[in-house]
Each structure stands twice: as structure tokens, then as C-alpha cells.
T-cell receptor, first 113, second 115 residues
Framework: GESVGLHLPTLSVQEGDNSIINCAYSNSASDYFIWYKQESGKGPQFIIDIRSNMDKRQGQRVTVLLNKTVKHLSLQIAATQPGDSAVYFCAEINSGGYQKVTFGTGTKLQVIP | NAGVMQNPRHLVRRRGQEARLRCSPMKGHSHVYWYRQLPEEGLKFMVYLQKENIIDESGMPKERFSAEFPKEGPSILRIQQVVRGDSAAYFC?????????????FGSGTQLSVL
């Protein structure tokens, strides 16, 4: 559902390791999902997307996995770099009616040099 | 192509004043969303507008807040009689109608500080 006023969970990862950020979505009718990255003081930026007819999609150093059975998304970042430090949001979109985008709570990724 | 432009970048208001936040969507985009973000928190949906129409304002407080997206000009988020609790970052996003995927492009936000 809508993001709520909760403080962000934090994931700390050593530079060079892989990161896995998880997200539970709420609407089983959602058919399109996006991961956004938000750096400090900036607006969210698109990273990668996936449609509900897929269970995996790969980009450059990033992979998104979708498990519709348990309504779960994950973002995997390979060889995490200091520049990956940011807040990551998943977003779900239901194409029925108008395409309302609903954001998850977000996860703060801290990369330890 | 210019991205989503928001201004001002920072806005300081005293309690009781009005705040007007502007958002110019990307070229060719006629859908605008406004989100509010408190420090260390997620994005909270406020309102979704298309040209001259409010489609969904379920996230907007009933009082003091209003939004518009006129046929010409930027989208405006207006907060009347601001209170300290209105202090937050306000982000605007735009998208293009008819796209198979509703990919939102975000502006850099307006940081509102109420003294």
C-alpha cells in the first residue's frame, strides 16, 4: 500500500560484496514493478523495471526478482560500490483503470569502504 | 530534453504564510504526481493530476492543501497557512500518457522549511 511514516530500515554492506534489498508489495493485481534509487538531497531515479509475466530481469550490475506467489520483489546489486549508497524504493503499478504508482517504505543501503 | 523541473529548490516560510511549489513536467508529459517525504522516511503519495483535472487526491490533507495543473504552465502545489508539520521535501513526478509502463520521472524536489 502507500508508504507509511516509518523510519527506513538500513542495510550495511562491505564494498565489493553483493547487496540484496527486499520489498513486499500489497496488491496482487499489480502488473508492473519498478525499483528507484534516491541519493541524498535528490529525487528518486529509475533503476530497473519488471512486468508481472516475468520473474527475473537483469541490468548492468542489478537484477530484479519477482515472486508473485508471496508478493515479493528483490533487487540484487553485484559488487556494491560506494556510489550505490542511497535509499532504494520499490514501486508497484496496477494497469487497471489509471496507473497509480504506489511506493514501498524504502531501504537505506550503506556501503562500507 | 530537460527533466522534471521543480522550483524553488528551497523555500522558507513562517507559520501562517502560504507556500507555492511549482513543477514543470518533462516535455510531452501530461501526468503529474506530487509526493511528500519526511527525513529518513518514504515517499507519501499526495495527488495525481492530468491536464486541468485532479484524478486522485486521496493523499492530500483536506484543509489548507490544494493542487492544480492548468492547461498552460506548471503544476502548482499550494499550502495555505503553513504549520511546522508541513516542513518536508515535496517531490513532483511526471509521466507520459499511453505508455505501457507508467514510468515516473522525478524532479529534485522542493525542501519546505516552516519557521
Amino acid at each position: 500500500g502507500e508508504s507509511v511514516g516509518l523510519h527506513l530500515p538500513t542495510l550495511s554492506v562491505q564494498e565489493g560484496d553483493n547487496s540484496i534489498i527486499n520489498c513486499a508489495y500489497s496488491n496482487s493485481a499489480s502488473d508492473y514493478f519498478i525499483w528507484y534509487k534516491q541519493e541524498s538531497g535528490k529525487g528518486p531515479q529509475f533503476i530497473i523495471d519488471i512486468r508481472s509475466n516475468m520473474d527475473k530481469r537483469q541490468g548492468q550490475r542489478v537484477t530484479v526478482l519477482l515472486n508473485k506467489t508471496v508478493k515479493h520483489l528483490s533487487l540484487q546489486i553485484a559488487a556494491t560500490q560506494p556510489g550505490d549508497s542511497a535509499v532504494y524504493f520499490c514501486a508497484e503499478i496496477n494497469s487497471g483503470g489509471y496507473q497509480k504508482v504506489t511506493f514501498g517504505t524504502g531501504t537505506k543501503l550503506q556501503v562500507i569502504p | 530534453n530537460a527533466g522534471v523541473m521543480q522550483n524553488p529548490r528551497h523555500l522558507v516560510r513562517r507559520r501562517g504564510q502560504e507556500a507555492r511549489l511549482r513543477c514543470s513536467p518533462m516535455k510531452g508529459h501530461s501526468h503529474v504526481y506530487w509526493y511528500r517525504q519526511l527525513p529518513e522516511e518514504g515517499l507519501k503519495f499526495m495527488v495525481y493530476l492530468q491536464k486541468e483535472n485532479i484524478i486522485d487526491e486521496s493523499g492530500m490533507p483536506k484543509e489548507r492543501f490544494s493542487a492544480e495543473f492548468p492547461k498552460e504552465g506548471p503544476s502548482i502545489l499550494r499550502i495555505q497557512q503553513v504549520v511546522r508539520g508541513d516542513s518536508a521535501a515535496y517531490f513532483c513526478a511526471s509521466s507520459r500518457p499511453g505508455q505501457a509502463e507508467e514510468k515516473l520521472f522525478f524532479g529534485s524536489g522542493t525542501q519546505l522549511s516552516v519557521l
